[in-house]
């Protein structure tokens, strides 16, 4: 079955800066890649996903790339702010997704 | 527009007693899931629907756990007996169908002492 591996497991970065998250999968067949923000205590809530057939797609400072043949994907945010501070989950699948272990995220002001 | 409705939020029980989660899709959303969520850690699919069929239930503990979907709407997640080992967050979430975005519930956080 598929197999999601996230890292780092935590990243700390300061307010403007750009934070980089990155995912590998193992299932060639899985063709969709959702990422997941989750605040302490509150339910994971979508932020940006990309399906195989795209490489790239951004949503204002939110990006998130595909790369098919190496078999990862990457969350970019740019310019981030204190607000941005979460677990960020990757996942990948075909009809059935897996989740990385999350990213736990802080902006520092 | 509602969200994924669960209850009850919160839910403490002691060891070898029987416990339910119950989960409200949004309306129209055909695929309902039921994950399971450790501290730390991502959720884990444990069933998933397809109106009222399971057709992924591999990792579904069966010989504790059971769910049903009776009518394609409501489920209903249970666990007898419970074992400490259980204690983690219940998350429910929804898709108009299977490659559907997933929207989730604010999940039930179980705590088996």
């Known amino acids: 079955g598929e197999n999601v591996e996230q890292h780092p497991s935590t990243l700390s970065v300061q307010e403007g800066d750009s934070a980089v998250i990155k995912c590998t999968y193992s299932d060639s067949a899985s063709n969709y890649f959702p990422w997941y923000k989750q605040e302490l205590g509150k339910r994971p809530q979508l932020i940006i996903d990309?399906?195989?057939?795209?490489g790239e797609k951004k949503d204002q400072r939110i990006a998130v790339t595909l790369n098919k043949t190496a078999k990862h994907f990457s969350l970019h945010i740019t310019e981030t702010q204190p607000e941005d501070s979460a677990v960020y989950f990757c996942?990948?699948?075909?009809?059935?997704?897996?989740f990385g272990t999350g990213t736990r995220l802080l902006v520092s002001p | 527009e509602a969200g994924v409705v669960q209850s009850p939020r919160y839910k403490i029980i002691e060891k070898k007693q029987p416990v339910a989660f119950w989960c409200n899709p949004i309306?129209?959303?055909?695929?309902l899931y039921w994950y399971l969520q450790n501290l730390g850690q991502g959720p884990e699919l444990l069933i998933r629907?397809?109106?009222?069929?399971?057709?992924?239930d591999s990792q579904l503990p069966k010989d504790r756990f059971s769910a049903e979907r009776l009518k394609g709407v409501d489920s209903t997640l249970k666990i007898q007996p419970a074992e400490l080992g259980d204690s983690a967050v219940y998350l429910c979430?929804?898709?108009?169908?299977?490659?559907?975005?997933?929207?989730f519930g604010p999940g039930t956080r179980l705590t088996v002492l």
């Open positions: 629907y397809e109106n009222e069929e399971a057709v992924d």
């Open positions: 996942a990948g699948g075909f009809q059935k997704l897996v």
């Open positions: 990309i399906r195989s057939n795209v």
């Open positions: 309306s129209g959303h055909n695929t």
């Open positions: 979430a929804s898709s108009l169908d299977f490659a559907g975005e997933q929207f």
